[in-house]
């Protein structure tokens, strides 16, 4: 980062540190204003690694300033945000708005409603996050729902059904009840049936390209005007599996000149000739499009809310015609924009990545290249901190960014404290010792918490040192928890001077690993697996236990690995 951008980070970092503390009347915190900062500046995101490095400086410096100096310095920064904020409702410090006309329902009622095709990318946290916020202030309820009614384009996978479910549990939410839109078949058949006798539905034996021609014309289907009686029995045959695929559909009868071709008498059920993964749904060949089932889902299970994609806004005009047709009440929706994700060069798309584990591009959905949540639980991000990111992003109808950078920052103010520190040295280059250094080194397990103790590292001869730490001839090195060494003659010699050195700033200090005793280490990251050596402790450390290695960033043990331990990076 040169000198110039490091000014605009630092001049940006402050108004969103000062928008942040005056906002909430606090100190601001770095990982709430990273999100902001990264999505009004994407020119930051390739230093999207140094950026809360240099905002954190610039919020210790804001959060020195008493509540009205914050104010005053706003004021100049940005007159027209401050008075957003001072406009707002000052007991209103939700980061999400207010359900519309929550105050109308007795509970409020929301659901997730997947698409069981494969584990959840990062995209997919959003929903859970945000509807599970929502239950948890409103006291309310949320169900998840399976709509898995295509067994063919959109095939179910048999194990993604449990894979969303331990994906939501990461994330910190339990559902209150769990459907399966597969095993509610013959609920929306009864509802066809229902809505055939009011004369809102029509079989339609049309080929795609013939009723599309119609249709675009504003002209109506020859079925059209069927009578009730042979729209019932033909239906029934489709329930039976009577007709093959393309050959018989039911339509919803709208309106055949609506401004919207769209909405024009669209399919509410077609055969499929693929049978349904799942056995209990396999016999069936009749399916409902999503646009049926789900509309009467929402309605038979009480749905207050409803949030989706603003590219779904057609979806609840198609449902309103069935709604009307019942006299029903339709939920309250709120539509949103895209999240986009940095940070991953795999898209973020189910089948995309299932494609690339297929090929062996991936070695599965938790390869830390994978913009997957079994990914990021593998490299230790915490479920909440993910959770806290996205309800960041609100609920604005606009596409919004989601900085990687943001998650991190997060996950790094839940785990520090707990995190203990270790030496790693990557691809490390081995130097002899000379003048009698100590025999075991005593660094501290957390600089912040004393009373945990030391590492007790034994020396040795020699010690790996990272490429870049190597000084050059007669230059001298701290070697943390160790002490202070002159490069001389091919030996780091140790000259016994005291931290003073360091202080004066004369001497770096850099982390190391002893070569006699040290453990081989392979570390996975989203750029490729990195191999090294660590000191001896982190040998006996367990799977799942997060720790720091110094200098380098934040890792989850995973276990044995041959010979190695494997460690998954998270963030620095």
């Known amino acids: 980062m040169d000198d110039e951008l490091r000014d605009r980070v630092e001049r940006e970092a402050e108004k969103h540190a000062l928008l942040n503390a005056v906002k909430h009347e606090s100190d601001a915190d770095v990982g709430a204003i990273m999100g902001p900062l990264m999505g009004d500046n994407p020119a930051f995101r390739p230093h999207g690694d140094e950026i809360p490095g240099v905002a954190g400086g610039v919020v210790s410096q804001v959060n020195d300033l008493s509540y009205e100096a914050k104010r005053e310095r706003l004021e100049e920064l940005a007159p027209e945000e401050l008075a957003e904020i ?6 209103n410090d939700h980061d999400l708005p207010d359900l519309p006309n929550a ?124 009578d009730t009686e042979t729209v019932l029995e033909e239906f029934e045959a489709m329930v039976d599996g009577e007709y093959s695929s393309g050959e018989m559909v039911l339509r919803v009868k709208t309106d055949i000149e609506h401004k919207n071709p769209a909405l024009r008498d669209w ?36 749905m207050t809310h409803i949030i989706r994609g603003i590219d779904l806004q057609d979806s609840a005009k198609r449902q309103q015609f069935v709604y009307d047709y019942f006299g029903w009440e339709y939920p309250e929706v709120v539509h949103w924009g895209h999240v986009q994700v940095d940070a991953y060069d795999v898209k973020m798309s189910t089948s995309t990545i299932g494609e690339l584990i297929a090929d062996g591009e991936l070695d599965g959905w938790d ?56 030496f790693f040295v990557r691809e490390g280059t081995e130097l002899p010792l000379g003048g009698s250094p ?13 009373d945990r103790g030391v590492r007790e590292i034994p020396v040795g001869d020699a010690v790996f040192l990272e490429s870049e730490d190597l000084p050059g001839r007669e230059e001298r090195v701290w070697l943390k928890g160790l ?90």
């Open 438 to 450: 100590p025999a075991e080194a005593t660094p501290a397990l957390h600089p912040d918490h004393e």
């Open 86 to 91: 001072e406009a707002e409702d000052d007991g």
């Open 483 to 572: 002490g202070c060494f002159q490069y001389t003659r091919d030996v780091l010699q140790y000259t016994g001077e005291d931290i003073d050195v360091v202080r004066e700033g004369d001497v770096d200090v850099v982390h190391w690993a002893p070569a006699e005793e040290s453990v081989p280490v392979r570390m996975r990251t989203m750029d490729g697996d990195v191999t090294g050596h660590a000191e001896p402790g982190v040998g006996d450390l367990e799977a799942d236990e997060l720790v720091q290695f110094e200098r380098i960033g934040f890792v989850r043990i995973d276990g044995e690995n041959g010979d190695e331990v494997l460690t998954y990076f998270a963030h620095p």
């Open 103 to 226: 105050d109308d329902y007795d509970e409020i009622r929301m659901r997730c409603a997947p698409n069981p095709n494969g584990p959840w990318h990062v995209g997919h946290a959003r929903m859970p996050a945000v509807i599970g916020t929502y239950r948890d202030r409103y006291d309310g309820w949320f169900c998840v729902r399976f709509d898995d009614t295509d067994p063919e384009t959109k095939r179910p996978d048999l194990e993604a059904y449990d894979d969303i479910l331990e994906d939501l549990t990461y994330l910190g939410f339990e559902p209150d009840a769990v459907y399966r839109a597969s095993d509610r078949l013959e609920t929306y058949y009864d509802h066809a049936r229902e809505l055939i006798e009011l004369g809102g539905a029509y079989t339609c034996s049309c080929s795609g390209d013939e009723f599309s021609e119609l249709k675009n014309a504003g002209e109506p289907c020859p079925h059209r005007d069927k």
């Open 267 to 302: 399919v509410s059920f077609r055969m499929i000739d693929t049978p349904h993964p799942r056995e209990e749904a396999s016999e069936y060949r009749c399916w409902p499009m999503l646009d049926f089932q789900s509309g009467v889902d929402d309605h038979l299970i009480g």
């Open 367 to 422: 390869d830390p290249r994978a913009p997957t949540l079994q990914s990021l639980r593998r490299r230790g991000i915490q479920g909440e901190a993910i959770v806290e990111a996205m309800v960041g992003l609100g609920t604005s109808t606009s596409d919004v960014d989601l900085a990687m950078s943001t998650v991190y920052a997060k996950n790094r103010d839940l785990i520090d404290d707990e995190s203990d520190r270790r």
